[in-house]
């Protein structure tokens, strides 16, 4: 009887021995799997900057720093100069950061300080769809509602009042084309509104109520406690709502590319055609030939996502340093 | 009692308080201008020839049927294969690497990731797949549109799972589950909800992206469904379209276009609706 005893339980113990091995490998199994899926992302990354210094190799090669300095943009001499590009791109994303930022700001407060209750989620809902309006509806609906309206009221009217106005007249110069810079430009800042809009109210509301009753308690207006409790409490959030809205703008492609008039040079006039880094890919790679004229356009590209990395990573820099902090304190 | 400092005071934040409600206003303005317009000119372009027959060229007549197949071949190849990678990898941030040397890289590059412009998604594929292949391809757009799902999928897997109560993990493990049995059966249920939502999220984001495809996918004016050829795709179609000269064309584009938004809107809504649940 006994030795029955012992045999069974040696089998169970064998048993158990290899559910637990089983069970360790495939765990093990698993583990490496979710590792190698995250490995894969890395090295999408890393895909990513190798395709685009490996494709622009003979560029950057030829034209060397001049590629950066001249404005030239010529398929048929194979002359290619990127400041053209550059300038819109940098242009166009200031301007609409001007915009965006305030009426951004503004739309935050007026959610967590000034809505009726009822209505905050609401609205809040429908600022973020503007988000989800794909940029090619923008891009069309720019060139053939926004454009014209703008170009036969807004336009005439900025030309009047500031082509007689010593040096700003530089910039509100020349007939107006519908499409352009400014267009692009504001076209931009309705679209990056709601980035700033949302991480703004949500950074607005990790501030501890205590700090703003205190406020209103010594007797603050509602603006005081905005500008000098709020904001100095989440101004890193900010920012980085900010940074994260400005690269979208620098990498936004095809609302630009319809409405920014595909112009290589430089205009001082804001109201002129221009073109951006994108813009100027999407609508030119398809069609190019020749590998001088792909490789610069592959070098646009890594221009462009120079810039756009330095901006992204210091968002996320500014986010980061602010969860930290509020999660401490919480 | 400083009067004058007082009035200044209660007039400056009234004017203050003004221009953030014109703020909000702002914003909903444009908002209802763009979804008026997209609906007026949509539902003018309209009709069920439009799902039913090919893509025109010059002013004939048309549809925008294998626009609309090709569209929706590549996004759900896209999604069926960007969507278990992003969710391994999310899995991994929330579960294995947390605070791990490797997670801070991914987590890093993931966010750059997710929002590093769509183009340049596009220059890499091209690049990477239709260099090598030597020619443009349905596939090649798959790729770049899956490129662009991994990295949503990720950041929804990773921030769900996080909230899911770690009482649930160490019950799990008490009764002598092992890891990987936990994290499927227990955290992965338990986020269920939270991860289809980034699921949703990233169907809606892919759906209307058009740069990627400008140079991986191209277009294609007939019908096709050999994924290894130029494939006809509905963003290319409406970028074609509204850049022509043809009224007909212009319309086409505009019933495309609110064919794409009302699309993505309902899927992001359907999102948001989940997520209510949820919480």
Request: proline share 2%; glycine share 10%; net charge neutral.
């Given at each position: 009887m006994a030795d029955i005893a012992l045999t069974e339980n040696l089998a169970a113990v064998a048993d158990r021995a290899a559910v637990v091995r089983r069970f360790g490998m495939r765990d093990a199994g698993f583990r490496w799997l979710t590792r190698l899926a995250a490995l894969l992302v890395v090295l999408v990354f890393a895909g990513v900057i190798w395709s685009l210094v490996m494709g622009a190799m003979p560029s950057i090669k030829h034209y060397g720093w001049s590629f950066v300095t001249t404005e030239a943009w010529n398929p048929v001499t194979e002359k290619f100069g990127a400041l053209a590009s550059i300038y819109g791109t940098l242009v166009t994303s200031f301007l609409a950061m001007l915009i965006a930022v305030p009426v951004g700001i503004g739309i935050a407060i007026f959610l967590t300080e000034i809505c009726p209750r009822p209505l905050r989620r609401p609205i809040g809902i429908a600022i973020e769809l503007l988000a989800g309006i794909p940029s090619i509806i923008y891009g069309i609906w720019g060139l053939f509602v926004f454009a014209p309206e703008f170009q036969q009221t807004v336009e005439p009217w900025l030309i009047d009042l500031l082509g007689n106005v010593p040096l700003v007249r530089a910039l509100f110069e020349g007939p107006p084309y519908g499409t352009g810079i400014f267009t692009a430009s504001f076209i931009l800042s309705i679209m990056v509104l709601p980035f700033i809009s949302a991480v703004t109210r949500d950074v607005f509301e990790t501030v501890p109520p205590m700090l703003k009753e205190a406020a209103y308690g010594l007797g603050c207006t509602t603006w005081e406690v905005m500008w000098r409790v709020v904001l100095p409490f989440t101004r890193s959030g900010v920012v980085g709502g900010a940074m994260l809205a400005l690269g979208r703008a620098l990498g936004e492609t095809m609302a630009v590319t319809f409405v920014i008039g595909n112009s290589h040079h430089i205009h001082t006039s804001l109201l002129s055609p221009g073109t951006s880094i994108s813009a100027t890919i999407a609508n030119e790679f398809a069609e190019a030939v020749g590998d001088l004229y792909i490789s610069s356009l592959i070098e646009l590209g890594l221009i462009l996502f120079a810039i756009t990395f330095i901006v992204l990573a210091s968002a996320q820099l500014m986010l980061r340093t602010l969860e930290r902090r509020s999660g401490g304190a919480s | 009692m400083n009067m004058a400092l007082y009035t200044r005071r209660k007039a400056f934040n009234r004017m203050f308080l003004v221009l953030?409600?014109?703020?909000?206003?702002?914003?909903?303005?444009?908002?209802?201008?763009?979804?008026?317009?997209?609906?007026?000119?949509?539902?003018?372009?309209?009709?069920?020839?439009?799902?039913?027959?090919?893509?025109?060229?010059?002013?004939?007549?048309?549809?925008?049927?294998?626009?609309?197949?090709?569209?929706?071949?590549?996004?759900?190849?896209?999604?069926v294969a960007g969507t278990p990678i992003g969710l391994l990898a999310g899995t991994y941030l929330?579960?294995?690497?947390?605070?791990?040397?490797?997670?801070?890289?991914?987590?890093?590059?993931?966010?750059?990731?997710?929002?590093?412009?769509?183009?340049?998604?596009g220059l890499f594929v091209y690049e990477f797949v239709v260099v090598p292949t030597h020619g443009f391809s349905g596939w090649a757009g798959t790729v770049a549109l899956g490129v662009i799902v991994i990295p949503v999928v990720v950041r929804t897997t990773e921030n769900m799972l996080l909230l899911v109560p770690n009482g649930l993990r160490e019950a799990a493990a008490a009764l002598g589950a092992p890891r990987s049995s936990v994290i499927r059966a227990v955290t992965w249920r338990a986020a269920r909800a939270g991860i289809v939502t980034g699921v949703l999220l990233a169907i809606a984001r892919i759906s209307g992206e058009t740069a990627p495809l400008l140079f991986t996918a191209l277009n294609n004016q007939f019908w096709s469904t050999d994924m290894s050829g130029w494939m006809p795709n509905l963003p290319m179609a409406i970028f074609q379209y509204a850049n022509s000269a043809y009224d007909n064309l212009h319309r086409l584009a505009w019933a495309g276009a609110?064919?794409?938004?009302?699309?993505?809107?309902?899927?992001?809504?359907?999102?948001?609706?989940?997520?209510?649940?949820?919480?």
């Open positions: - | 953030s409600v014109l703020a909000a206003v702002f914003g909903l303005i444009w908002l209802a201008f763009i979804l008026g317009e997209l609906c007026w000119r949509g539902l003018e372009g309209m009709s069920s020839r439009v799902f039913t027959e090919m893509t025109p060229a010059g002013d004939a007549d048309g549809g925008l049927l294998n626009a609309i197949v090709g569209s929706v071949m590549m996004s759900s190849v896209a999604v929330a579960e294995y690497g947390r605070h791990g040397r490797l997670a801070f890289v991914v987590r890093f590059v993931n966010d750059i990731l997710l929002s590093a412009p769509s183009i340049i998604v609110l064919l794409i938004t009302a699309t993505v809107l309902s899927l992001s809504v359907a999102a948001r609706l989940l997520e209510r649940k949820r919480s």
